[in-house]
């Protein structure tokens, strides 16, 4: 089992974009969440890591915990690649818990010897722990490999137990018509694995994409739901407007004939920043899901300083309606480290809320809308010179807008005519996740301020009530 080279790991040089509350590298890059589980008493958190820059790289998997699920320690690295079956990553995989020994599956990421990145090939292996902490890999993997008629892409296993046996699906792309299909294994000892099949398949690259990272299967209210990270879709109209989005289908999924029926393609969050999440299930029953605040197409700004990437907050997945939604996980309540604002007021102009401390805090404000049908409202993080981030709903249109700074172009959700809207938003350093309706929409988005004071103002197009909660969030509290 290979180690990390202690001197060659960075560290963080400035700490202006450093989020309170959120879970971070001590230092270089992150991105997808990985395995998450509960397991002896801790919730386990890993996620994709390069340790030493703040740029992606042979990816390892860092390692969090908590008694909570929002107070985080840091542990050592799980998975660290270069053994022959992850030569060239431990890619992104998910945890499962049998007769007490932890789990891990995951992709190993290979390249061929040409020096090209874009030519590799994925295979899925496992590794497994008894005390949460050191990690051994298997001494028989891969335990599966790609399907002949497979492309390169074959990678993101999520496993799951259903009737007393294992089930994974893993993203893949059909090497005949390069587009994304998600397939499915069966094991009864998560060692060995029998191939079931595709249980479903992009109808169109334009439409659907060409390849979905980091499916996740699961049951909700009845319903099965598969998420996945799609790569390829073109944008249409206000949907789809980032170069790669977090998706979701709902359906039914046919064990037996290892079929998923479902119905189409609609976006898990509306903002510019979210990807690859994955999801679990708490012992108390609780679907919770988290995310990467992802960056396609802007530049992070704290790579200069040694770090890159975040997670979102967990989030409760919630049917809302037909569709998936999102509420921030009960558990955010114990990040509070004291009430900055209980207030109500009619708005109509711009009116300032004042707090003591604008970028970590948690905001939960009712707006209660005048009973015509083209009022708006809206609620903006701002400094002196620019508008960082900025909400707006609009009653005619019925479409909530986010705007980031230095985005080329705004986010949209649907929501429909409302008369009442919550918007429950969680503002830390360098992040912002807004929370419309107890599961209508989200939006997950990244900003940078580099000058104080910063505000938050609300306004309204007509006059309007409002109540305003505000609370002061770290995580150290
Ligand atoms: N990130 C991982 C892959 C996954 C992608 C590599 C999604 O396993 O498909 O870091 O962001």
């Avoid at 042979?58 to 050592?76: A, I, T």
């Avoid at 009960?330 to 109509?348: C, M, Y």
Wanted: aromatic share 12%.
């Amino acid at each position: 089992m290979q180690k990390v080279d202690e001197s060659r790991v960075i560290k963080v040089t400035n700490t202006r974009y450093r989020e309170h509350f959120h879970i971070q590298t001590p230092a270089g890059w992150l991105n997808d969440p990985n395995g998450l589980c509960f397991f002896k008493g801790y919730y386990h958190v890993f996620y994709q890591f390069h340790p030493y820059s703040a740029e992606w790289g042979p990816m390892h998997w860092g390692h969090v915990r908590s008694k909570d699920l929002v107070h985080w320690e840091n542990l050592p690295v799980a998975l660290v690649p270069g053994d022959p079956e992850d030569s060239g990553g431990c890619f992104s995989g998910s945890a499962i818990v049998k007769d007490n020994r932890l789990y891990l599956i995951y992709t190993g990421h290979h390249y061929y010897d040409d020096g090209d990145q874009d030519h590799f090939w994925e295979n899925q292996n496992v590794a497994y722990s008894d005390d949460g902490v050191h990690f051994t890999k298997y001494a028989g993997n891969p335990v599966i490999e790609a399907p002949a008629d497979n492309s390169q892409d074959f990678r993101d296993p999520k496993v799951w137990e259903h009737d007393d046996q294992y089930y994974l699906v893993v993203g893949s792309r059909e090497q005949a018509n390069s587009r994304a299909r998600i397939l499915l294994y069966r094991s009864s000892d998560l060692l060995q694995w029998q191939y079931c099949g595709p249980i479903t398949a992009s109808q169109s690259i334009e439409l659907e994409g060409s390849m979905w990272e980091c499916p996740d299967l699961f049951r909700l209210n009845g319903q099965d739901i598969l998420a996945c990270s799609p790569m390829g879709i073109q944008p249409q109209r206000h949907r789809f407007l980032n170069l790669s989005q977090a998706a979701y289908f709902v359906g039914r999924l046919d064990y037996d004939q290892a079929r998923f029926a479902h119905y189409g393609l609609h976006l898990l969050d509306y903002g510019h920043n979210f990807y690859a999440p994955q999801s679990f299930l708490t012992p108390d029953g609780r679907r919770i899901q988290f995310g990467w605040f992802s960056s396609f197409d802007n530049p992070l700004p704290e790579q200069d300083d040694g770090w890159a990437g975040a997670l979102t907050l967990p989030r409760e997945l919630v049917m809302h309606g037909n569709r998936l939604g999102a509420i921030p996980a009960q558990e955010t309540a114990k990040l509070r480290v004291g009430e900055a604002l209980n207030t109500s007021a009619i708005i109509h102009s711009p009116h300032q809320l004042p707090v003591a401390d604008p970028q970590h805090t948690e905001w939960d404000l009712t707006f209660d809308l005048p009973n015509d049908y083209d009022s708006q409202v809206s609620w903006q993080l701002a400094n002196n010179d620019q508008l960082l981030i900025a909400l707006k709903y609009d009653q005619a249109t019925g479409e909530v807008t986010v705007h980031q700074h230095g985005q080329a172009s705004d986010r949209y959700a649907t929501i429909g005519h409302v008369h009442q809207l919550r918007a429950r938003i969680f503002v830390d350093t360098s992040s912002v996740e807004i929370f419309i309706n107890d599961g209508a929409a989200t939006f997950t988005e990244r900003y940078y301020n580099d000058q104080q004071p910063v505000t938050a103002t609300v306004a309204a197009s007509q006059p309007a009530a409002i109540a305003a909660k505000a609370y002061t969030l770290d995580m150290k509290g």
